[in-house]
C-alpha cells in the first residue's frame, strides 16, 4: 500500500515536471529548427568534415612523399657498409635483410602462395584494397577501437616493414595506406613483390625468401616445391609460432590452410591440394649467416655518433644501404684486439673470479680520428655500454699533465723550474697531499715531478699559479669541470675529478702535444653517403682549435717523453720506439687497493689511452697493483704491436732531464763527476778489450797447436 502511494506521488511529480519542460524544449526545437536552416549549419558540418579529411590528407600525402621511396629498392638491395681509412670495406652494420634476389630467380611456387594468402587482389588494386579495408574497419568497430590486422595489402605491408613500427594504431594505418599509394607510383608490381619477398622476416633471424629457403630446406629459392613454398608463405603471419624448426605441427596445420587458399585462387587443383596435404616436410639447414660486423665496439661507436650527432634513427642506419666512411684502421684494431687475447692474464680478478673490465682507444692526433677502440674485454652486447667513449672514471695521475704542468709552463715556468717537494696542508680544511713513497726531497725539477709522479710538487704548483688556471685549461683540453671540482685542488690536480673521464676524452686531450698544440675534434665518421650516392653527412675537415702554443706542446713532450725513459713507465717502455705519456692510478674509497689504473701513450703518430677496472670497485672487487704493472704492461705490447704500422715519425725534442744540471754545482764537481764517468767508461773499455785480447791470444795458440 505504501509502496503504491510512493508510486503514485513519483508519476504526478514527473507529470509536473514534463508539463514545465515540455512547452521549453518544444520551443527549443522549433528554434533550433529555424537556425539550423538559417545558417545552414549541416552544410557547414559537411565542409568542415571534409576540410578536416582533405587536410589530414594532405598532411599524410607529404608525409608520404617525404619518404623518398624512390630509393627503396635500392636500400633493400645493399647493406649498410662501414669503409676504413684506406678506403677498404671494413665490415657491414646488423641489418633486417638477407639475400636480395631478382624476381626472376624466385619460384613461382612463393609467388601464387604468397599472393594466395597475404593478397589474392594484389594484381588488380593500386596500393590498398577497399574491400580489404571495409573488412578491417569492421574489426576495428566491434574490438572498441582496437587495430586487429586484416585488410593490408601486399604493398602496405612493404611500406609498414620498410618505414614504420609494428605499433597497430589507427594512425599507423592511414600513414601505411598512403605510403603504398606512393610506392605504386613509383615501381611495378614486379619489383614491389621482389622488395617484399626480400625484406619479409621468415623467424629464427632469417630475412628474405632466399635465405629461408637455404635455412629451412637446404636449397634455393628458386628451387622449392609446392608444399615447400605454402610453409615458407605460412610463416609470414606469426613466424616464430609457425616456422617448422621450432613448431612442426603448427607450421604443418598452417601450410594446409595456405594450400586451401591456393585451392581456392586456382594456382593448384583439388587432387593436388589433397596430396600437398599429406606431404612431410623435410627439414635441412644450409643457411650461413656471415657476420660482417667485424668490430663490434667500433661499429657501436660509429652508430652512436651517426644517432647521437648526427640525427639518424639507428633502424634507419642498419637497413637502408648507408656507405660510412670512417678512420678505423683495420691493422691498428686488430692488433689493439690480439694485444688484449694475448695479456689476458694481466687482467685482474676478484677473489670471487669476478674479471677486471679494460678500454683502450687510438687516435690520430692530426686528424682526431679514432682508429681503433676497445670497450671492454667481457660481456659484449650490441650498443651495450662503450667504456671506451661512454665511460668516466676518476683519471688520477694522468690529469697533472693536463691541469697543472700545461698551465705553469704557459705561466712562466719551465721543465727545469724547482718545485717545492714538501708534506704541506692547504686551506681551511688543511687538505695535505702525500707522496706514494713517503719520501719528500725538498726540492725537484719539473720534469722529475712529472716522471716520477710526485703529487706533492703537483698540489703545490698549481696552488702558486690558482686553481682557475688550472680548471681553465682542462676545459679547454675538452674535459668536463664541474663547481666542485674548481673548488678542490685535489680534484684537479690528482684526478679526483667529480664527472670523470673517459678513455677517448683522455686521448683527444693529449693528442694535444703531438699535435703542435692545436686539438682536432675526436670522430668515428669522416663521411655518409646514402644509397643513391647523395653525400648526407661530411666531416672530412673536422673543426680544429688551438690549445696551447707549439713552444708549450714541445716543452710537454720533452717532459712526457721523462716518463718512459726514467720515470713510472720506465720499465714498460716499448722497444725501440720513443714514446711519451703519463701513468696514472686512483685508490679505492674505502683505502683497500686501487680503483682506476690509466695510462697515455704516444708518439706524434699516434696516441693510446688506456684504462682497467672494475665497473663498482667494492670491498671484493678493487685492484691490487698500479697502472705500471697492468694496464701498462699491455700498453706495451700494444705500441709495440701498432707502431711498426705507423709512420714512425720522431720527436723533435730531447727528453727533459737528458742535459739537465742540477744549481749549485760548481765547474769542479761537474768535472769531477765527468772525469769519473769517463774514468768508469775506461775502465769498461779495457776490460773489454783484455777479454778481446786473450780470446785472441787463444785462437793463435790454437791454430799453433793444430799446425
Do not use: C
Amino acid at each position: 500500500m505504501k509502496t503504491k502511494k510512493l508510486q503514485d506521488i513519483f508519476e504526478r511529480k514527473l507529470k509536473q515536471l514534463w508539463n514545465y519542460l515540455g512547452p521549453l524544449l518544444s520551443r527549443f526545437f522549433i528554434v533550433t529548427k529555424r537556425k539550423w536552416k538559417k545558417y545552414h549549419v549541416t552544410k557547414v558540418l559537411i565542409l568542415s568534415v571534409l576540410t578536416i579529411a582533405l587536410g589530414f590528407s594532405i598532411y599524410l600525402a607529404i608525409l608520404a612523399r617525404s619518404a623518398n621511396v624512390n630509393t627503396l629498392r635500392v636500400g633493400l638491395e645493399q647493406s649498410t657498409t662501414i669503409i676504413d681509412e684506406q678506403g677498404e670495406i671494413a665490415g657491414t652494420l646488423y641489418a633486417q635483410k638477407g639475400t636480395y634476389i631478382d624476381i626472376e630467380e624466385t619460384s613461382p611456387h612463393i609467388i601464387d602462395a604468397i599472393i594466395s594468402t597475404e593478397d589474392q587482389r594484389f594484381e588488380k588494386h593500386r596500393g590498398f584494397d577497399p574491400i580489404g579495408l571495409a573488412r578491417a574497419a569492421f574489426g576495428y568497430v566491434i574490438n572498441r577501437g582496437q587495430i586487429v590486422g586484416g585488410g593490408s595489402t601486399i604493398t602496405q605491408q612493404l611500406a609498414k616493414n620498410a618505414y614504420l613500427s609494428a605499433d597497430q594504431t589507427l594512425m599507423r594505418k592511414f600513414r601505411e595506406l598512403f605510403l603504398a599509394i606512393e610506392i605504386e607510383k613509383h615501381y611495378s608490381k614486379d619489383v614491389i613483390l621482389e622488395m617484399y619477398l626480400n625484406h619479409a622476416y621468415f623467424g629464427n633471424g632469417v630475412w628474405g625468401v632466399e635465405d629461408a629457403s637455404m635455412k629451412y630446406f637446404g636449397k634455393s629459392a628458386d628451387e622449392v616445391t609446392v608444399p615447400e613454398a605454402a610453409t615458407i608463405a605460412a610463416m609470414l603471419k606469426a613466424p616464430s609460432h609457425y616456422n617448422p624448426i621450432d613448431n612442426y605441427e603448427r607450421s604443418i596445420e598452417r601450410r594446409n590452410i595456405v594450400l586451401k587458399l591456393m585451392t581456392d585462387t586456382e594456382v593448384i587443383t583439388e587432387e593436388e591440394k589433397t596430396t600437398y596435404q599429406q606431404t612431410e616436410l623435410h627439414l635441412v639447414d644450409r643457411y650461413n649467416s656471415e657476420n660482417g660486423y667485424r668490430y663490434p665496439y667500433y661499429f657501436d661507436a660509429v652508430i652512436n655518433e651517426a644517432v647521437n650527432k648526427y640525427g639518424f634513427e639507428e633502424e634507419d642506419l642498419l637497413n637502408k644501404g648507408y656507405t660510412i666512411y670512417t678512420s678505423l684502421n683495420q691493422t691498428h684494431q686488430q692488433q689493439m684486439d690480439a694485444a688484449y687475447a694475448n695479456n689476458a692474464h694481466l687482467i685482474e680478478k676478484a677473489a670471487d673470479g669476478t674479471s677486471a673490465q679494460s678500454a683502450s682507444v687510438a687516435l690520430n692526433p692530426d686528424t682526431g680520428g679514432v682508429t681503433a677502440v676497445l670497450g671492454g674485454v667481457e660481456g659484449y652486447t650490441f650498443r651495450g655500454f662503450n667504456r671506451a667513449t661512454q665511460m668516466r672514471r676518476q683519471p688520477g695521475s694522468v690529469i697533472k699533465p693536463l691541469g697543472v704542468y700545461t698551465p705553469a709552463l704557459e705561466a712562466g715556468y719551465t721543465p727545469h723550474s724547482l718545485l717545492k717537494d714538501e708534506l704541506l696542508s692547504y686551506g681551511s680544511t688543511e687538505y695535505t697531499p702525500t707522496n706514494l713513497s713517503g719520501e719528500y726531497k725538498g726540492e725537484v725539477p719539473m720534469f722529475e715531478a712529472v716522471a716520477k709522479s710526485y703529487n706533492a710538487p703537483a698540489v703545490w704548483l698549481l696552488n702558486e699559479i690558482g686553481i682557475s688556471k688550472g680548471a681553465r685549461k682542462l676545459e679547454q683540453f675538452g674535459l668536463t669541470v664541474t663547481d666542485m671540482d674548481k673548488q678542490s685542488l685535489g680534484n684537479i690536480s690528482l684526478g679526483g675529478m667529480e664527472r670523470g673521464v673517459s678513455p677517448l676524452e683522455l686521448a683527444s686531450a693529449y693528442s694535444v702535444f703531438p699535435n703542435d698544440g692545436q686539438k682536432v675534434d675526436p670522430h668515428f665518421i669522416v663521411k655518409i653517403v646514402d644509397a643513391t650516392g647523395a653525400i648526407v653527412v661530411d666531416n672530412t675537415s673536422p673543426k680544429s682549435r688551438r690549445v696551447v702554443s707549439k713552444e708549450v706542446a714541445e716543452e710537454m713532450n720533452s717532459m712526457l717523453l721523462s716518463v718512459f725513459e726514467n720515470g713510472t713507465g720506465q720499465q714498460i717502455k716499448p722497444a725501440n720506439f720513443d714514446v711519451a705519456g703519463k701513468t696514472g692510478t686512483t685508490q679505492s674509497t674505502n683505502g683497500q687497493g686501487n680503483s682506476d689504473q690509466w695510462i697515455v701513450g704516444y708518439t706524434p703518430d699516434l696516441v693510446i689511452a688506456s684504462w682497467m677496472g672494475f665497473d663498482k670497485t667494492t670491498d671484493q672487487h678493487f685492484l691490487t697493483n698500479y697502472s705500471s704493472q697492468g694496464v701498462g704492461r699491455i700498453l706495451k705490447a700494444k705500441l709495440e704491436m701498432i707502431l711498426p704500422y705507423t709512420e714512425q715519425t720522431t720527436f723533435l725534442v730531447e727528453e727533459a732531464g737528458h742535459d739537465y744540471v742540477e744549481e749549485g754545482s760548481t765547474f769542479v764537481d761537474q768535472l769531477s763527476e765527468g772525469m769519473q764517468e769517463a774514468g768508469k767508461a775506461i775502465k769498461e773499455g779495457a776490460s773489454v778489450i783484455q777479454e778481446k785480447a786473450s780470446q785472441w791470444f787463444n785462437q793463435f795458440r790454437d791454430q799453433m797447436n793444430g799446425e
